[in-house]
């Protein structure tokens, strides 16, 4: 039996292939759950965090978005460096990175500190594992077994997003926020000790990086998802109330002009080193294959769709009904289990199910559990009716984990593994960038219209009061909870009977923000089930071994 036929690709043989694939994929998941965690493990303790280190709410946020910004523009260089030293090593060293950056994080006593250890080494870290997870998952399981290996993977992840609030809260209310960096160490050190017994395989390109490439794809990446991190403040288009304004627009569409720019001369600086016959940082070709286009595009709204959830839904639990963290994180359970039953159990069940068939199947279980939450949505409704919603959403985003991996990876050569590591990544961070600011604009816009027009036309606000509203809130309306607006009330010195009014139509504007932010996503998800006709309609066998990609 060869190694492909036992499930396991690489230099082990029978007993011993068999049993590196009982520690390979479990090594796997975890790393992905870890660099998927501290997206949002401390957003739940930003303030206590800021206290803690001596700097704002302001700052905090700005450590968390560098986080994103890193790993995101450096995705594509870190994958092209697993295919010049081997996957493995790139893991390993990318760990130890990650590792170093965990325990800077856990001691730092000021922001500067902090910054580099969460947002530069983390960051750095997490760029060179993310495409190797990818890359090792081709190189350790057979095509056959593929769908169930990127399954548990991407449910690693997405639990992640879940899980970060539970944990986040956990460790910020009964112990301190560092023990979860701290926590951290001591799973990479698990995850590098259980990493020896990883099939590799040997690198696969030769030559240099390419310098000017990695300079040019950081850079439009980089402008690119900080331009969508900065939108819900700024303004996408149209300049915020308060916000930058350059050459009569926000800044926000001029750094996407730019980013969009720098990427296509690096597409271009790409086809003309490979036409010298000179190493490339990624092969244009991998984006011109319509299936790998596909299963990207599949992939930016799965990421979308989920980051946008993992938004509103904690929103709707924390703020509205005033849950703790803990309590939110507990609510958001049906969907991290529905999640990994479907990204494990549909391969298993269902080995030779069309991809397509489940890729569409999941976005219309994310559209049906995002209508009935809209549906469920009310001024006088509970947390309990989030659980139907969550399941549906749960196995949507399953579904799609389940499949999606092995379509990337399947439609190109096992030597383009690491390139398609490296954007696929890219895309998912940018996908889930795109997924937060568009909810979040979306919410505060329509928040912000019904609160006016609410206190506008309510008899027990005094027309003088409603006009110092409009103007002082034309921004945008904070997404507060009934406490904190009477706290804020009373501080102004407005009487209890129109405090009173003032509070019941904020609770309506919430819901109304709430709805639209989810009538968006359920739009988006309806849209994309029509965007899946190039995902193949049967699972692929891998691409023959080429030089380029066809």
Known sequence: ???????????????????????????????????????????????????????TVTGIQTAI???TLVMAAFMITGGRLGQLFGHRRVFTIGCVVYGCGSLTTSV???????????????????ALIMPA??????????????????????????????????????????????????????????????????????????????????????????LIVYGVLRSGSWGLVRPAPGAPVWLGLSPVIWLALAGGTILLLFVRWQDHRLARGAAALLDPALLR??????????????????????????LYLSVALGLSAVATGVRLLPLSIALLVAAVGIPKAFPHVSPRRIVRGGFLSLFAGTTILIAAL?????????????????????????QLGS?????????????????????????????????????????????????RHDPAVPAELSTQTEVRLAEGVPFLSDRDLKIRLDEAGVPPDTAKAITATNADARIDGLRAALSLLAAIALAAMFLTRQIPDRQSAPVPTSGRVT
Do not use: C, K
């Open 65 to 67: 978005t560098f986080y």
């Open 407 to 455: 379509v990337t990876v399947s439609a190109v050569a096992d030597e383009h593994t690491g390139e398609v590591g490296g954007v696929q990544n890219t895309v998912t961070n940018l996908g889930a960038s795109i997924g937060t600011a568009a909810a979040g604009a979306v919410l505060i816009s329509a928040l912000t219209s019904s609160f006016l027009a609410g206190v």
């Open 133 to 222: 997870v990818v890359a090792l998952v081709a190189s350790n399981f057979a095509s056959a077994q593929r769908p169930r290996a990127y399954g548990l993977v991407a449910a690693a992840g997405a639990i992640a997003v879940a899980a970060g609030p539970l944990v986040g809260g956990l460790f910020t209310t009964y112990l301190s926020w560092r023990w979860v960096f701290a926590g951290e160490v001591l799973v990479v050190g698990v995850i590098l000790w259980l990493t020896r017994g990883m099939a590799d395989t040997p690198p696969t390109a030769q030559g240099r990086l390419d310098i000017v490439g990695t300079v040019l794809s950081a850079a439009g990446l980089a």
């Open 289 to 314: 294959n319509r299936t790998f286009r596909a299963g990207l595009t599949s992939f930016f709204f799965q990421y979308l769709l989920q980051a946008g959830l993992f938004f509103v839904v904690p």
């Open 378 to 402: 009310d001024a006088g409704a509970g947390p309990e009716i989030v659980t139907w919603p969550m399941l549906l959403a749960g196995l949507g985003v399953g579904a799609l984990a389940s």
């Open 108 to 126: 730092a006593g000021n922001l500067a500190v902090l910054m580099f250890g969460w947002s530069f080494l983390e960051g750095v870290g997490a």
């Open 1 to 55: 039996m060869t190694p492909r036929a036992a499930g396991i690709q690489g230099t082990g043989a029978g007993p011993e292939a068999a049993s590196a694939g009982l520690t390979v994929l479990p090594t796997l998941a975890a790393a992905q759950f870890l660099m998927t965690l501290d997206s949002s493990v401390m957003n739940v303790s930003i303030a206590t965090v800021a206290a803690d280190i001596g700097t």
